[in-house]
């Protein structure tokens, strides 16, 4: 009989809590897993879901707006979305159906609510009760994080938490902030009608990303519509005939005046572990997250964290990926460490951008000119055309052995296309070897096969044995 009520305690129903209490419950561990709020976390609730049914109601917006272009005449010269709100809500409703209690019940975990404490690092108090565990794992997530700005608490904000809650959406709206968040609900709204002001403190939105890449989807956000206030610093919020007035300032100190209906705060986040306790358990923390190692191990040996409230990279398949190594480290004696060196993300503004690896910036400072980058744009691929989506560009950036340590992709499906070169990075497989697999005509892949193409080319004009031959070819001729 164990001395303990439970061999694991995940604090945290979200993405990383889910998967590390189901693979500890596959494993004969006796596992509960402690939820503050509703099960799904940030992801299903706040983030991922409902911003993913958002922007698919954008772009069908689009799509009808621009039937003419595809040979459609609707005759329709305004849309009624008024309904995409709640349209968005079911959207979440669904999803949540396919994670409630009862499910996890069913796997032999325990879905316990509440607000959990540490009383020291085997013991949490919840709902004033003492519940005890060998081991636990700290997947408690992130919130926004709202910046210290003079007159913002005197003024009405949304964040990603409250804004699926708008019944109906705002005629215009000022957006601080241009990261993930802020980039994609820019573009979302924006192509369903509200008017986008976005004020970002980088000189570029999506600071991030390849500034190729970024500095071709500012142009098309100032195509749709979107003002973009890039390098400017907010100064003071206030109430103004009604509606939000912002003041800024650039970096030379000029100021300008915006007002909008509505505020949107995303300036990024924080990590959730206030009123958790850690230091009771010996849990270092800082304001960017609880401290961990490769191993995703605490400063107290029996703990571990995963997830945003690691204060890394805040995306829930990233989360997903650190759950499975911290459960297996949790429950298991062979330790494995995280590798972060084939990352990869996609923000889905319209269009996409996808990232795996380094950008151009980050593979200079590493290789230095020993690099070479192959391009290819959207217009010049016939799918872009027969889709009209045209807009984009991939880039593929590689060592002097035709190695991939950087990909990037601004179009259609840019999502769904850099997991062909995810998958030859992290297999260490050549880029080049792309360009000899067949890919289906046409598609969006010849953003992908293309490139792949001029590296293989690049690879034959590389080549001791080639270079002999065309050598004596011109010598005969």
Known sequence: MSKYDYDLIVLGGGAAGFVS???????????????????????????????????????TSYLIKNARKCGIDLSTANLNTDNVMSHVRSVVERVYSGHT???????????????????????????????TSDKFIISTGSSPLIPDVEGLNNVPYLTNQNIFNLEKLPESMIILGGG?????????????????????????????????????????????????????????????????????????????????????????????????GLENA????????????????????????CGDVTGGHQFSHMAEYQAIIAARNAMLPIKKKADYRDYAWCIFTSPEIAHAGLTEKEARNI????????????KDIDRGKTDIAETGMSKFICDSKGMLVGAHILGARAGELIHEAQIVKSLGIPFYKLYSVTHIYPTFTDVVKHPAKLCYIDRLNENIFLKILKKMISQKG
């Open 282 to 305: 010996g849990v270092r923390y800082s304001a960017k997250g609880i401290e961990a190692d490769g191993m995703l191990r605490t400063t107290c040996r029996n703990i571990y964290a």
């Open 101 to 131: 209690p009862d499910v996890f019940n069913r796997l032999g975990i325990d879905v316990l609510f509440g607000a959990p404490t540490f009383k020291d690092n085997h013991r949490i108090e919840l709902n004033g009760g003492k519940i």
């Open 21 to 59: 209490s189901k693979l500890a419950a596959s494993l004969g561990k006796r596992v509960a897993m402690i939820e503050k709020n509703r099960l799904g976390g940030e992801c299903t609730n706040n983030g991922c879901i409902p911003s993913k049914a958002l922007i698919n109601s954008s772009r």
């Open 180 to 276: 993930p968040i802020g980039a994609e609900m820019a573009s979302a709204l924006r192509l369903l009608g509200v008017d986008i002001s976005l004020v970002h403190r980088h000189e570029s939105i999506l600071n991030r990303e390849d500034g190729e890449l970024t500095a071709l989807l500012s142009e098309k956000f100032r195509a749709d519509g979107i003002r973009l206030f890039t390098g400017f610093k907010p100064v003071k919020f206030s109430m103004e005939a009604g509606k939000i007035s912002l003041n800024l300032t650039d970096r030379n100190n000029a100021e300008q005046t915006l007002n909008a209906e509505s505020l949107l705060i995303a300036t990024g986040r924080k990590a959730n572990v206030e009123g958790l």
């Open 367 to 378: 290789y230095g000119d020993r690099i070479k980058i192959y391009r290819y744009n959207y």
